[in-house]
């Protein structure tokens, strides 16, 4: 089955800056790949995703990354603001095969210091 | 109605109590996930409803049993815990099973306590 890796764990940046989070695939029929936003006391939220068949999106301040050679996509957020604190959380799938799920990386705690 | 709406928002209950959660979502979404977080952790699938119909079950114990009485609906009912189960149950849903595509809208999720 798919297995993803997340890191790093834990980030903390000054408002302002940019945040990398990054993460691997192992499964290359992977080919959507979301990235949630969850806050405290609050389920995933959707923030941005990418397909297997474009390199780079970008919405406003948010961008993610996709190489399919390495098996890796990244999420950046450009010009972070406090209101950016929250778990972040990668996670792969395959639109093909019908019957998969969410594989979800394991996180990053992302803290802006104001 | 662009969401998914999960109660109780907080249970506590005792290791012989019988209870359930519920889920609601008025998308149109044919895919109706259960999802279990623990702190500090990714959420972890337990269970899939595609169309109404059960379509994968991460071999979660048989204290907790999955229902979809209609295509907006989703319960969990659960019997017997364990202290080890409290977490925090999440459901999702989706436009299709296949179709991960739309993403997944998650709720807010029930705490759950055993105590």
């Known amino acids: 089955g798919e297995n993803v890796e997340q890191h790093p764990s834990t980030l903390s940046v000054q408002e302002g800056d940019s945040a990398v989070i990054k993460c691997t695939y192992s499964?290359?029929?992977?080919?959507?790949f979301p990235w949630y936003k969850q806050e405290l006391g609050k389920g995933p939220q959707l923030i941005i995703d990418?397909?297997?068949?474009?390199g780079e999106k970008k919405d406003q301040r948010i961008a993610v990354t996709l190489n399919k050679t390495a098996k890796h996509f990244s999420l950046h957020i450009t010009e972070t603001q406090p209101e950016d604190s929250a778990v972040y959380f990668c996670?792969?799938?395959?639109?093909?095969?019908?019957?998969?799920?969410?594989?979800f990386g394991s996180g990053t705690r992302l803290q802006v210091q104001p | 109605d662009t969401e998914v709406t999960q109660t109780p928002k907080h249970l506590v209950m005792g290791m012989t109590n019988k209870k359930s959660l519920k889920c609601e979502q008025h998308?149109?979404?044919?895919?109706m996930y259960w999802y279990k977080q623990k702190a500090k952790k990714p959420p972890e699938l337990m269970f899939v409803?595609?169309?109404?119909?059960?379509?994968i079950n991460e071999s979660v114990p048989s204290r907790f049993s999955p229902e979809c009485p209609n295509s907006s609906l989703l319960n969990l009912h659960l019997h017997a815990l364990q202290p080890e189960d409290s977490a925090l149950y999440l459901c999702?849903?989706?436009?299709?099973?296949?179709?991960?595509?739309?993403?997944?809208?998650f709720g807010s999720g029930t705490r759950l306590t055993v105590v």
């Open positions: 999702a849903s989706s436009q299709a099973e296949s179709s991960a595509r739309y993403g997944y809208t």
């Open positions: 499964d290359s029929a992977s080919n959507y």
């Open positions: 990418i397909r297997s068949n474009v």
């Open positions: 996670a792969a799938t395959s639109e093909d095969t019908g019957r998969r799920a969410l594989t």
């Open positions: 998308m149109g979404h044919r895919a």
């Open positions: 409803y595609s169309y109404e119909k059960l379509s």
